[in-house]
């Protein structure tokens, strides 16, 4: 497998013809560590009506309440993280088992956040999308590459890694989605003045190279795996970004907390 990864090429699939399965986009809104649960209950009642899937991932403890209250809707379900471990003497962490007993059909894992704050491994990652599958629950994979290894160009090299370990023994390339999550263009992590944003170029380009290495290693099952941008989306670029065929969604951070905006977004596709 390792090897069938490293060899992976860039290709030179045209950019407009290849989303994983075409038609509807996917947008996640991750909340992060933000919101109270009467702002969270609120915010979903004046979602807009779409066509294109929408989840939100939540802070674990909005679950339950704001579970009660999707079941008319086509909103969707996500944790923030999740345990490598099925169970145990693991304070503070939250399982597959009890985010699927919650109500969540996804899971964000190896979110850049979690990777750099909290120093989480791409064996751990592979751990916890193990985990996740055995529940039901849809892995989106967070990968991406931060400003110095960008400007060494090792972006095709950390991308692969993150790849190669993270779906180690993965038998079900459907359920599975890939976040592209470029670190050099999330504002959380810029601290200098000069801002860096992806161009559209960019996107596609790191696009064709998960899409090279995931055909390299799953063939033609490839084509099931979704594959999300998420560098700082906003409504003011999320309508040129989702344009491309080849994204085939969005992890929107910030955007997500304020319904004026997140709806900006969910309007715009």
Not at 47 to 75: D, Q, S, W
Not at 161 to 182: M, R, S, V
Not at 200 to 211: E, F, G, R, S
């Amino acid at each position: 497998m390792k090897e069938q990864f490293m060899s992976a090429k860039c290709g030179s699939l045209p950019a407009g013809r290849h989303g994983a399965s075409g038609g509807k986009k996917i947008l996640i809104a991750n909340w992060k560590m933000n919101l109270s649960l009467g702002q969270s209950l609120n915010f979903i009642k004046k979602i807009a009506k779409t066509k294109n899937e929408v989840v939100i991932a939540a802070p674990f403890t909005f679950l339950c309440e704001m579970g009660k209250h999707l079941k008319r809707k086509k909103i969707k379900l996500a944790g923030q993280n999740v345990s490598q471990f099925k169970e145990g003497a693991y304070t503070g962490d939250v399982s597959a088992r009890m985010l699927k007993e919650e109500g969540c059909t996804f899971c964000l894992v190896g979110h850049s956040e979690r990777r750099i704050y909290f120093k989480e491994t791409d064996k751990e990652i592979n751990q916890k999308i193990l985990q996740l599958l055995k529940y039901g629950i849809r892995p989106v994979l967070c990968l991406g590459e931060n400003l110095a290894q960008r400007r060494k160009k090792l972006t095709k090299k950390i991308i692969t890694k993150q790849l190669i370990t993270g779906l180690w023994d993965i038998k079900k390339p459907e359920k599975i989605l890939i976040a592209y999550e470029p670190v050099w263009a999330i504002s959380t992590f810029q601290k200098s003045k000069i801002k860096h944003s992806a161009t559209t170029a960019d996107i596609v380009k790191i696009h064709l190279i998960i899409k090279a290495a995931l055909k390299r290693l799953y063939k033609n099952k490839s084509k099931t795996i979704k594959i999300l941008y998420g560098g700082t989306v906003n409504p003011k670029n999320v309508k040129e970004i989702l344009k491309l065929k080849i994204v085939d969604g969005a992890l929107v951070g910030g955007a997500s907390l304020k319904i004026s905006s997140f709806n900006a977004i969910i309007k715009s596709i």
